[in-house]
């Protein structure tokens, strides 16, 4: 059973347009969430985060968005940029659980000149 | 400075063969985790270690499966008697004490692909 899951697979957006990732969990003990980038033979790498709080969190180019009743998180990147394109990870937390992060099964944004 | 480091980056072992993986963490960071990846299936944990335990915390327990600590920024995943079902990327991830304010965030190293024959 995921308790975290990105139904795209994949996501293809114009140069300067909007992307928008999306993630559903089911494990309504996470206290943060986690965006994660990852390009081809490196590991993942941050992006941004939220608490279980808030329901938006907003970092340059990249918002996070929170909606707890949906368990529903969404990445926003406005604009986006061809050195955007790459797999993104979204996870979920609790402090309880030795913050072990629980991953989605990824994105894989391809942004296009 | 230095990021987290993981040695080999590929390793491939014959069935039923015993295999180590070897993650140098950032300096000052207290625990360290081991990730396994596989292709469309997100990351599943395997374990985690904090400060200078020896002992893994299995995030999955599994009896083919540990790690040890032996310095505390270099963390050693040992995988006995591989399967086939073990071929993966296997990432390891350090994360700052507990007390400070990004204790959440997670650094991974680029992973070593394991490829079980």
């Known amino acids: 059973d995921q308790q975290v899951k990105q139904n795209s697979p994949s996501l293809s957006v114009q140069e300067g347009r909007i992307s928008i990732l999306n993630c559903d969990y089911t494990n309504s003990m996470f206290d943060y969430f986690l965006w994660y980038k990852k390009y081809p033979a490196e590991g993942p790498t941050f992006l941004i985060s939220?608490?279980?709080?808030?329901d938006k969190n907003e970092d340059g180019r990249f918002t996070v968005f929170l909606n707890k009743s949906a368990k529903h998180l969404s990445l926003h990147i406005v604009p986006s940029q061809p050195g955007d394109s790459a797999v993104y990870f979204c996870?979920?937390?609790?402090?309880?659980?030795?913050?072990?992060?629980?991953f989605g099964g990824g994105t894989r944004l391809m942004v296009k000149p | 400075g230095a990021g987290v480091s993981q040695s080999p980056r590929y390793k491939v072992a014959k069935r039923g063969r015993d295999v180590a993986l070897r993650c140098d963490s950032i300096?000052?960071?207290?625990?360290l985790y081991w990730y396994r990846q596989t292709l469309g299936q997100g990351s599943e944990v395997l374990t985690y270690s904090q400060s200078d335990a020896q002992r893994d915390k299995s995030g999955r327990p599994s009896g083919r499966f540990s790690a040890e600590r032996p310095e505390r920024s270099v963390s050693t995943l040992k995988i006995q008697r591989t399967e086939q079902g073990d071929s993966a990327v296997y990432l390891c991830?350090?994360?700052?004490?507990?007390?400070?304010?990004?204790?959440?965030?997670?650094?991974f190293g680029p992973g070593t692909r394991l490829t079980v024959t």
């Open positions: 996870a979920g937390t609790n402090n309880n659980a030795g913050n072990m992060l629980t």
């Open positions: 300096s000052g960071h207290v625990t």
């Open positions: 991830a350090s994360s700052p004490p507990p007390d400070r304010e990004l204790a959440y965030e997670q650094y």
């Open positions: 939220i608490s279980s709080i808030k």
